[in-house]
């Protein structure tokens, strides 16, 4: 009877305890909500429609979008908000303001767009967070140190001379020189960092180029149409179908690459390490870039000594640590991976076709390219050096100008766990909102850089760069979560770009004023990168 009456108390003190609890979970939801609508009251934006918000911003072509997002920037110049629906994104343009966002060891996760890419890239260095993408981190980043990097001199070569074989065959028609850079710094990935003979003639890398462009579409497609979020709507729809066949061409070369390593590893072939690889000798580095301020320092700049796994590439590295239970599951391999192959060419591809399409529309610009190259090389077709690279003072400035001009990443967005006061306005952003840093519109700022919109190669002089933010110009982010292949991307597109123009003279397919622009996951020209080329006799201008 006693136990009877007690297992009745139990149910009675139960039945009070779940909605008690249920209420002061929802009072704490309340109260931070409550809080959140204060702050975002005092931040300016355009108004919005009761429940929906904005998010008719986001609704067209990916052109109208992004025209929509920028004209934002051109009203609110340092910080802007706006609601999808329930959802709070505050916008950031003022560098200072970015770097305590970017510089910050506590907004480190990325927005919950970024989940869209889980099933493409796992939870590689791109989407994961806390101390795996920390730990991750430290094990690649050593993987990407300029000794490894200058091992790849010969590849690089290589693959640029394949991509001058290639377009040649257009002879003077009109092209899309995105789809020759895209197979050639696929290839020249697989070849380098991940130590894997390509099969040029198959064209594998070509497709895998064409698929990522093609489900990056589709995820884009998902991060702004609200009724694809949902995975069971999204996976019986028309998207779901086609990423699904794409993700099978994707990850079909990426095994295929990795298995190819893994039975080299296993076997004890080696790749070249930085001990088996001549130098020439190197005068200095001073001044070379590295595709970020001059300030700036991440991990990707210090030696850190970890033995001699820092001289092996990132894929035979990640594979070896794998092998004896070090650090990284063969599961994490292959999702890092994945990252490595889509972080490592499509930004390079995007960045190397708009420096073609402005070569063409600025025959001025690109004389002077030629003069600096012909001081190098003259009329020798010799291979381009380590030591060449660090000559391309003024190439170089034009490469940095690009990418102020036309950043491949064009969006970088947080989750704000905690507050942040900012510096430029008398205000605070709050927690649980998702923070957006637009990289095209804080390159354009007229208080930062005079003639903004103007393509002006000396906005890198050195003097002049010493005068910026550090944190006005960040292409390849910056901070913690900075790009970990930026030094990789600058070296290879340096050789790539040399030896194109070494070989042709560009010419537009069409003006940069008519460029029309589209913000998927790279940024991109959505009428396509049209240029010419004719072959040149002489560098001698």
Not at 158 to 187: P, Q
Not at 200 to 219: H, P
Not at 279 to 290: A, D, Q, R, W, Y
Request: proline share 5%; charged share 25%.
């Amino acid at each position: 009877m006693w136990s009877t009456m007690l297992s009745l108390f139990q149910d009675v003190e139960t039945l009070i305890l779940i909605p008690f609890a249920a209420f002061l979970v929802y009072f704490c939801w309340a109260e931070s909500r409550n809080r959140l609508y204060e702050l975002a009251d005092k931040i300016p934006g355009p108004p919005g429609y009761p429940i929906i918000g904005n998010a008719l911003e986001f609704l067209g072509s990916p052109h109208k979008i992004f025209d929509n997002l920028v004209a934002k920037g051109d009203i609110y110049t340092d910080v802007a908000k706006l609601w999808i629906g329930p959802r709070l994104i505050v916008f950031l343009f003022h560098p200072a303001d970015i770097e305590l966002v970017l510089s910050s060891h506590e907004h480190l996760d990325k927005s919950a767009e970024y989940a869209f890419l889980r099933p493409w890239l796992g939870n590689g260095l791109l989407t994961s967070t806390g101390e795996k993408w920390r730990a991750h981190r430290r094990l690649i980043a050593p993987t990407f140190h300029l000794n490894v990097l200058r091992s790849f001199m010969v590849r690089f070569n290589d693959n640029a001379k394949v991509v001058v074989r290639r377009m040649k065959e257009e002879g003077d028609n009109v092209f899309d020189v995105h789809d020759y850079m895209s197979e050639c710094t696929v290839e020249t990935l697989i070849e380098t960092v991940m130590g894997v003979k390509s099969q040029t003639k198959n064209r594998n890398c070509y497709d895998y180029a064409m698929a990522v462009m093609k489900l990056c579409d589709i995820i884009h497609s998902r991060q702004v149409k609200v009724w694809l979020r949902p995975k069971f709507l999204f996976y019986f729809s028309k998207y779901g179908m086609v990423q699904k066949a794409l993700l099978g061409k994707i990850h079909g070369l990426t095994s295929m690459v990795l298995t190819k390593k893994q039975e080299e590893v296993f076997s004890g072939v080696k790749s070249d390490t930085v001990e088996d690889t001549e130098f020439e000798e190197v005068k200095t580095t001073k001044g070379f870039s590295f595709g970020q301020a001059s300030g700036l320092r991440d991990d990707l700049d210090v030696d850190l000594d970890i033995g001699e796994k820092k001289r092996l590439p990132f894929l035979e590295s990640m594979i070896e640590r794998s092998q004896f239970k070090m650090d990284i599951t063969d599961k994490e391999v292959k999702e890092q991976l994945d990252t490595i192959m889509f972080e490592g060419h499509d930004t390079t591809a995007a960045a190397s076709s708009f420096f073609f399409c402005i070569m063409a529309s600025r025959p001025d610009i690109q004389k002077k390219c030629v003069e600096e190259l012909y001081s190098i090389f003259g009329d020798s077709d010799r291979d381009v050096t380590f030591q060449d690279t660090m000559e391309m003072k003024y190439l170089e400035r034009c490469l940095m100008e690009t990418l102020r001009l036309y950043p491949p990443v064009p969006l970088i967005a947080r989750e704000m766990k905690k507050e942040l006061k900012i510096v430029s306005k008398n205000l605070t952003i709050p927690a649980n909102c998702t923070v957006c840093i637009v990289p095209y519109k804080l390159h354009r700022r007229d208080d930062v850089y005079p003639n903004p919109n103007h393509f002006d190669p000396d906005n890198f002089l050195p003097e002049k760069s010493a005068k910026r933010h550090f944190y006005a110009f960040i292409p390849f982010s910056a901070g913690p979560r900075s790009c970990v292949g930026r030094k990789y991307a600058m070296l290879k597109l340096k050789t790539i770009l040399a030896t194109v123009l070494r070989n042709f003279h560009v010419k537009p397919g069409c003006l940069e004023d008519r460029w029309d622009l589209q913000a998927d996951i790279i940024l991109k020209r959505s009428d396509g990168f049209n240029i010419q080329l004719e072959p040149r006799k002489s560098l001698k201008v």
